[in-house]
């Protein structure tokens, strides 16, 4: 047996309201769109993880979504463009990542990395 994929589901009366943040900020594909439910991803190779944490690092607190990118300047720059708060950092992190959280449109804690 193998673990194909592993899905976020963040529950929300305003499924469209994704788009700004993961489609228009952050360049993911709607993959899906049911209406009652709509999934982003990439065509893209990505890893299967799931992290279990006590703290977010540097004692801030645990994210709920980590989202590595390849520029996270660039990333933070279109996120207070587009208006969505910083939370921490951007921060360049002893074990090897430049990052930032930022709120998404549901309230969630999003981690905005690349390793370094």
Known sequence: ??????????????VAAAKRFYQDVLGLDLLMDHGWIATYGSAEQMSVQ???????????????????????DTVLELMKAAGFPIEYGPADEPWGVRRFYVRDPFGKLVNVLAHV
Not at 1 to 14: A, Q
């Open 50 to 72: 799931i992290s279990f944490a006590s703290q977010g690092g540097s004692d801030t607190a645990v994210p709920d979504l980590s989202i590595e990118v390849d520029d996270v």
């Open 1 to 14: 047996m193998t673990v194909k994929r592993i899905v976020t589901n963040i529950k929300t009366p305003d």
